[in-house]
């Protein structure tokens, strides 16, 4: 089965060769990338630190200049990273995860943002017009909601509108035609010397029944490579066979911890960056040959990363592609996004006179230092 970009209502694919200029950091295969360059934007430039994951962004983004290092050791001049006026950054959520040990910015990965803000700085009179930040829901709520106000100062500090209303939680089921449960915190941060007013929309939820049916996105009608298929009398076998039994067939079930749990709403769980090991959190759902766990074609659709551009690199294991797509934004929420954003850059006009941030918004804190990060 060949799973094709619909064409309405969500938009239709433009070549790289838009006006605005996007650069991605933690750009992993570019989720962010490919949503901004549909919304008819162009790439820049991208940062990732991960090998296998730039090589998925490699093999689809061949025209993009990518820097594969850490983003510590990224630098506006040494680098000659261009000016863009949009930046991306899905920084790491480790530290921020309800799964994770909840540091927040104790934890040396949470300074890992501070590298946006360095960067941002180190632009100038050209920082980017908008930022997109990406994390998980709960970062709104971590440590009663400190870390999020310390994200908050610190983008207010650097020059740009960031409010309640230019941070919402999206979920992919409920914002696209994509049937896979994933909430995500989105924060749009606006640059107050090019906006004068916070004015940034997120997109409407879509009305009910506008997502397709998970069954639309595997392929039911060919047998999957043995791999993916429990082998009968396995212990994994035996725990989903009973669950799937007991359920609707049509279901899409997942393994945690000790249980087997069903999604009876016709959804795909959110899809994880630790689904490739083993059977745990892996989607598993019964076919005419037997049960076995998606694939990664079927988890890439699931992800807006459609059959007609998304090459999986062959020299990359399974349990990387797992981690990568599950690491990843949805393409087509995010397009969404995108398109709002680009439509608000060309009503824009500079303002001549340039505007303020209101100076409730530019409330300092300092961030507690460990010498770690030099700003
Ligand atoms: C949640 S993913 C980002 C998803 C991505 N923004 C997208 O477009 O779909 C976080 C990425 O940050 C990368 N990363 C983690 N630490 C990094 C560092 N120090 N420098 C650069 N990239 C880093 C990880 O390898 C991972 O690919």
Request: some cysteine; glycine content about 6%; hydrophobic content about 35%.
């Given at each position: 089965?060949?799973?094709?970009?619909?064409?309405?209502?969500l938009g239709t694919p433009s070549p790289d060769s838009g006006q605005i200029k996007v650069g991605?950091?933690?750009?992993?295969?570019?989720?962010f990338c490919k949503a901004f360059q549909l919304a008819g934007a162009s790439i820049a430039?991208?940062?990732?630190?991960?090998?296998?994951?730039?090589?998925?962004?490699?093999?689809?983004?061949?025209?993009?200049?990518?820097?594969?290092?850490?983003?510590?050791?990224?630098?506006?001049?040494?680098?000659?990273?261009?000016?863009v006026d949009i930046m991306t950054?899905?920084?790491?959520?480790?530290?921020?995860?309800?799964?994770?040990?909840?540091?927040?910015?104790?934890?040396?990965?949470?300074?890992?943002?501070?590298?946006?803000?360095?960067?941002?700085?180190?632009?100038?009179?050209?920082?980017p017009k908008v930022l997109l930040?990406?994390?998980?829901?709960?970062?709104?709520?971590?440590?009663?909601?400190?870390?999020?106000?310390?994200?908050?100062?610190?983008?207010?500090?650097?020059?740009?509108?960031?409010?309640?209303?230019?941070?919402?939680?999206?979920?992919?089921?409920?914002?696209?035609?994509?049937?896979?449960?994933?909430?995500?915190?989105?924060?749009v941060?606006l640059n107050?010397?090019f906006f004068?007013?916070?004015t940034f929309q997120f997109p409407?939820?879509?009305?009910?029944?506008?997502?397709?049916?998970?069954?639309?996105?595997?392929?039911?009608?060919?047998?999957?490579?043995?791999?993916?298929?429990?082998?009968?009398?396995?212990?994994?076998?035996?725990?989903?066979?009973?669950?799937?039994?007991?359920?609707?067939?049509?279901?899409?079930?997942?393994?945690?911890?000790?249980?087997?749990?069903?999604?009876?709403?016709?959804?795909?769980?959110?899809?994880?960056?630790?689904?490739?090991?083993?059977?745990?959190?892996?989607?598993?759902?019964?076919?005419?040959?037997?049960?076995?766990?998606?694939?990664?074609?079927?988890?890439?659709?699931?992800?807006?990363?459609?059959?007609?551009?998304?090459?999986?690199?062959?020299?990359?294991?399974?349990?990387?592609?797992?981690?990568?797509?599950?690491?990843?934004?949805?393409?087509?929420?995010v397009e969404r996004l995108a398109k709002n954003i680009l439509q608000l850059l060309n009503q824009t006009q500079?303002?001549?006179?340039?505007?303020?941030?209101?100076?409730?918004?530019?409330?300092?804190?300092?961030?507690?230092?460990?010498?770690?990060?030099?700003?």
């Amino acid at each position: 089965m060949t799973l094709k970009r619909k064409s309405v209502p969500l938009g239709t694919p433009s070549p790289d060769s838009g006006q605005i200029k996007v650069g991605s950091l933690f750009a992993a295969i570019g989720g962010f990338c490919k949503a901004f360059q549909l919304a008819g934007a162009s790439i820049a430039w991208a940062n990732e630190k991960d090998q296998y994951a730039t090589q998925t962004f490699r093999l689809n983004f061949p025209r993009v200049r990518h820097l594969h290092k850490p983003v510590e050791q990224v630098s506006v001049v040494a680098d000659r990273l261009k000016p863009v006026d949009i930046m991306t950054a899905g920084f790491p959520c480790q530290p921020f995860s309800i799964a994770g040990r909840q540091l927040g910015f104790e934890d040396d990965r949470g300074l890992l943002f501070m590298h946006i803000i360095r960067l941002i700085r180190e632009f100038g009179a050209q920082k980017p017009k908008v930022l997109l930040l990406e994390n998980v829901k709960n970062l709104k709520t971590h440590d009663t909601g400190r870390t999020f106000e310390l994200i908050q100062k610190e983008i207010q500090k650097v020059g740009y509108w960031l409010g309640e209303s230019n941070a919402k939680i999206l979920n992919t089921a409920h914002y696209t035609d994509i049937p896979q449960h994933r909430e995500r915190l989105f924060m749009v941060a606006l640059n107050c010397d090019f906006f004068s007013a916070n004015t940034f929309q997120f997109p409407d939820r879509l009305p009910p029944g506008f997502t397709r049916s998970v069954r639309n996105f595997l392929d039911l009608h060919q047998k999957a490579d043995d791999r993916y298929y429990f082998v009968p009398g396995s212990q994994y076998y035996s725990l989903f066979r009973e669950a799937i039994d007991n359920g609707d067939k049509e279901s899409v079930f997942q393994l945690r911890r000790s249980y087997v749990r069903e999604n009876k709403t016709d959804t795909c769980f959110t899809l994880m960056a630790n689904m490739g090991q083993g059977g745990h959190n892996q989607p598993v759902i019964r076919d005419r040959w037997g049960i076995r766990k998606l694939t990664p074609r079927e988890c890439a659709r699931l992800q807006g990363y459609t059959d007609d551009w998304f090459k999986i690199p062959e020299v990359i294991s399974n349990s990387q592609i797992y981690k990568q797509l599950g690491n990843s934004v949805t393409v087509t929420l995010v397009e969404r996004l995108a398109k709002n954003i680009l439509q608000l850059l060309n009503q824009t006009q500079s303002a001549s006179d340039p505007a303020r941030c209101s100076p409730a918004q530019l409330h300092f804190r300092h961030l507690p230092r460990n010498g770690k990060v030099v700003l």
